[in-house]
């Protein structure tokens, strides 16, 4: 079972393996200029995506859904999502970007204040700094508690749902709150809210998440089913992206101030975290130099992968030298950190200006 609301440790391959989730690099090809994050494998699987691809390099009828829970600080590992979502903007779809407020009351106990004031303060700020458009009109934002479509679409899927269902998905047990039983059916709207009459009938929908989200993903698959008579849905397709390691070596961690860069970091401190990140350096200088470093297990590599090197010769030219050994820790960070650094004085420019449109927002 994935539990959506614990944190644990992820075995990529068995999720291909086992879980019907298909390999994204087997689709790649399809794919009209591909973002870097699915080029370089940091998104490995999907579910039903080759059968939007034409629509997305159509650029038409297309939507996407990503939802943001008010729950702690934003982490550059949060960036990958609107690296996508600043990617199927440019390609003509439509975003619906729920912020899960029921969820973080339901399953969190956040109360409804506090979510929307971090909301506008932390999510919605940092995702227009970090250059997605919000105003577009093609980007629908809303909190869910007062959305009443979405509410009203969850109640109504709520009937062919029964308690076993969710207790065998989630692992709810008698003492488990009905709101946090609640909450995956208004995760389940949000995904299906864009096919609905009132935003334009059925079409295909992609929800770019991390595997986390997958058993909601599953239920959402299975009620468009049990629904389609009714409403016509397609089944939404989904891709999966790796989590960002963390500083440290586990999973970076919006809870864990040590394993985390935070989006509201001062350039000064993005650039000395990077400097303290874990590498896949040897013991000793001569024995990097003679055996060549573990690229393939450095989290400074990875922030460059994911984050900071968009061209991928430059990257291939930085992996090939470490691991022939000419290329040391010491200078690798240093060049890795000062990117970071450059990136973050980019980022705090917009700050200000980003905060002011978020706040008009909801
Ligand atoms: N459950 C998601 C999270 O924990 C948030 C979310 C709410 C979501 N609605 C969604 C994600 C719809 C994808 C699609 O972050
Ligand atoms: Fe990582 Fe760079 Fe060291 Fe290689 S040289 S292990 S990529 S920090």
């Given at each position: 079972m994935i539990d959506p609301w614990a944190s644990s440790s992820v075995d990529y391959e068995k999720l291909v393996n086992q879980f019907g989730i298909k390999k994204f690099s087997d689709i790649?090809?399809?794919?009209?200029?591909?973002l870097p994050l699915m080029k370089r494998g940091v998104i490995f699987g999907h579910r039903d995506f080759d059968k939007m691809i034409p629509f997305i390099n159509n650029h038409k009828d297309f939507a996407v859904v990503t939802g943001m829970m008010p729950s702690g600080k934003m982490h550059i590992g949060h960036k990958m999502v609107v690296d996508q979502l600043k990617w199927y903007l440019d390609k003509g779809g439509k975003l619906s970007l729920p912020i899960a407020d029921m969820e973080s009351y339901g399953?969190?106990?956040?109360?409804f204040t506090q979510a929307k004031e971090l909301a506008i303060n932390e999510y919605l700020a940092n995702y227009i700094a970090l250059?997605?458009?919000?105003?577009?009109?093609?980007v629908l934002i809303y909190l869910q508690s007062q959305h009443t479509p979405v509410k009203d679409l969850a109640f109504e899927l709520?009937?062919?749902?029964?308690f076993n269902e969710l207790k065998a998905i989630y692992?709810?047990?008698?003492?488990?709150?009905i709101s946090h039983v609640y909450v995956p059916l208004v995760q389940v709207a949000d995904i299906l809210l864009p096919q609905i009459e009132e935003y334009g009938g059925p079409k295909h929908v992609v929800v770019p998440v991390g595997v986390d989200q997958d058993p909601h993903i599953r239920l959402t698959r299975d009620l468009a089913d049990r629904f389609k008579s009714q409403f016509g849905f397609i089944p939404p397709a989904s891709t999966y992206h790796r989590f960002l390691t963390g500083l440290t070596g586990g999973k970076m961690s919006s809870s864990e101030p040590k394993t985390a860069i935070y989006l509201n970091d001062s350039p000064k401190i993005a650039e000395k975290k990077v400097k303290s990140a874990k590498t896949g350096?040897?013991?000793?200088l001569e024995e990097q130099k003679k055996l060549g470093g573990c690229p393939d297990s450095c989290v400074v590599y990875e922030m460059l992968v994911y984050h900071?090197?968009?061209d991928d010769s430059e990257l291939q030219k930085i992996y090939e030298n470490c691991k022939n050994g000419t290329l040391l820790c010491g200078e690798c960070k240093l060049m890795t950190a000062e990117k970071m650094k450059n990136f973050f004085e980019k980022l705090d420019e917009k700050k200000e200006s980003s905060l002011e449109i978020a706040k008009t927002l909801l």
């Open positions: 790649l090809d399809d794919i009209e200029e591909p399953a969190r106990g956040m109360d250059g997605l458009d919000l105003t577009d009109d093609n709520s009937k062919k749902t029964n692992g709810f047990n008698p003492s488990t709150s350096g040897r013991e000793s900071l090197i968009d």
